[in-house]
């Protein structure tokens, strides 16, 4: 699968937009990563879930993968510059219509109140975008044509 790769795709076309309002990156793997308290507004960006459509009848297994992601987004507080949603809104402006590798346009799917401490509030925002699964068939699948062998005869057709 190409989640890292998506992941990376969103990282970077974050960065390129937003990074002068928010510290664009992968959400860490260890907990030992995670830098808390932070200093800038951030978005932190991970693969969540996929759903799978019904398969099309074409010979091949082909099936339509719908993709979520989940961006995590913190601030130190909730309006106005370097806010919380002045982050999302330049997030939204960034990536609705962006196509990661392998996958269609991002839209929008959700955008909701996560947590709130002394010193931070904290969004998420699921994104998606589509793309199409195919059977990876290596086997040849051409038809293969037969020469009469040598102990035909040309009388043997007639």
């Given at each position: ?10 990282v970077t076309k974050l ?25 800038k507004s951030r978005v ?65 799917v959700k955008f909701v ?46």
């Amino acid at each position: 699968m190409f989640f890292e790769v998506q992941e990376i795709d969103i990282v970077t076309k974050l960065t390129a937009d937003i990074s002068a309002a928010a510290d664009v990156q992968l959400l860490p793997e260890t907990q030992a990563d995670f830098v808390k308290p932070f200093s800038k507004s951030r978005v932190l960006v991970c693969y969540k879930q996929s759903e799978f459509a019904d398969t099309q009848d074409s010979g091949f297994v082909a099936q339509q993968e719908t993709e979520q992601f989940e961006l995590i987004i913190q601030a130190r507080k909730l309006r106005g510059s370097g806010g919380i949603y002045a982050i999302a809104e330049a997030v939204r402006k960034s990536l609705v219509g962006f196509s990661p590798t392998s996958g269609d346009k991002i839209y929008l799917v959700k955008f909701v109140f996560t947590d709130r401490t002394d010193a931070e509030w904290s969004y998420t925002m699921t994104v998606a975008f589509k793309s199409l699964i195919i059977e990876d068939y290596s086997e040849n699948t051409t038809p293969v044509l037969l020469t009469p062998s040598s102990t035909y005869t040309d009388n043997a057709y007639n």
